[in-house]
Each structure stands twice: as C-alpha cells, then as structure tokens.
C-alpha cells in the first residue's frame, strides 16, 4: 500500500516581542502634546472664519486674510496636530510595529532610530519655536487690541511645553525600546 506523505508545514512565526510596558506619566505627557498644541489652531480657525480676536487690518493683511490665508492657516493647524498627534506613537503599540497594510514592513518591528531621531528633531524644533515665539510676543510690536492680545497669548503660550514634553516622551520611548 502506499502511504501518503504528511505536507510540511511552514513553521509558525515566532510571537512579536513588544518592549516593556509605557508608564502612565509617559502616557500623560504624550496625551499633553495634544491638548497644548490646540489653543493656537483653534485661534487661527477662528481668524479664517472671522471671529474677532482684537486684531488690526493690517495684521489680517500679514496673515493673507483675505487670500491665501484661508487655504495656508488651515493646512497650517492640520499639519500641526498631526504632528502632535504622532506623539502618541511613542507611547502605542502602532508606534512599535508597521501596520500590516504597509507592504514589505507590515507586521515588523519599527527601528528605534526611525521613530527616536524626527521625534528628537521634533522636540527641539518645537522648543526653539517656543522659545522664538516668547521672545517676538515680548518684543514685538503687533496692532492688537490688549483683550486680543491676551486672548492669542493665552492660545500661544501652552505651545512653549510642546518641544519639552515631546522631548521627555522620546527619551522614554528610546529607554524603553533599547532595554533587553
């Protein structure tokens, strides 16, 4: 008689090892970028949709209010909450593992150096930024009312925590993911 040969199976793909669990501070403060980065893309929706925020003509002229301005502030905001959006990477595990849509990278660890170096270059752009827009808010001379001026200080100046906390958020990021 003759026996059927069994089908060799492929073996079956070893377990994806994660690295150690984030800590809740580091998810806090991933979770922070968010909520520091939104007062100031909401001020500048509400400069393309007209609410009066204290500000002169010749401000809205800087800004390109009426022109360009309605299509650049928007794409300006978006691009910057994605940003602070990605953050949360650094803290998930899609910010460990390519999604498995990705042709040839779906399912493989992401390498360490591909998330920590734009998200340290991140940080300190986002801490010069910081440090640039204090410096031009004391020294510079805009024609706004002073309850306008209060109004986009208090829309701006969270964004000053946005270079430290991304950077903190990376540097856990990093320790967690090169441990054994």
């Known amino acids: 008689m003759s026996t059927i040969a069994p089908i060799p199976t492929a ?3 070893s377990p994806l090892v994660l690295a150690p669990a984030v800590s809740p501070r ?3 403060l991933a979770s922070a970028t968010l909520w520091v980065s939104l007062p100031s893309a909401l ?3 509400a400069v ?7 500000l ?3 401000e809205y002229d800087a800004m390109l209010i009426p022109g360009w301005g ?8 978006a691009a910057q909450e994605g940003l602070a959006w990605l953050t949360l990477g650094l803290v998930r595990p899609w910010g460990e593992v390519w999604p498995r849509w990705i042709p040839r990278l779906g399912g493989r660890r ?3 150096a591909a998330a920590v170096v734009p998200a340290a270059l991140g940080a300190v752009a986002c801490t010069v930024y910081g440090v640039l827009f204090v410096w031009t808010t004391l020294h510079g001379a805009m024609e706004i009312t002073q309850w306008g001026n209060w109004l986009m200080n208090i829309c701006y100046v969270p964004m000053v925590a ?3 906390l991304l950077g903190v958020v990376t540097v856990h990021y990093y320790r967690r993911r090169t441990r054994g």
């Open 11 to 13: 073996p079956a793909p």
């Open 26 to 28: 580091a998810r806090r």
């Open 43 to 45: 001020w500048r929706f």
């Open 48 to 54: 393309v949709l007209g609410v009066p925020l204290g």
């Open 56 to 58: 002169a003509e010749s």
């Open 70 to 77: 309605y299509l650049v502030l928007p794409l300006l905001c």
């Open 110 to 112: 992401i390498p360490v």
């Open 162 to 164: 946005w270079g430290p």
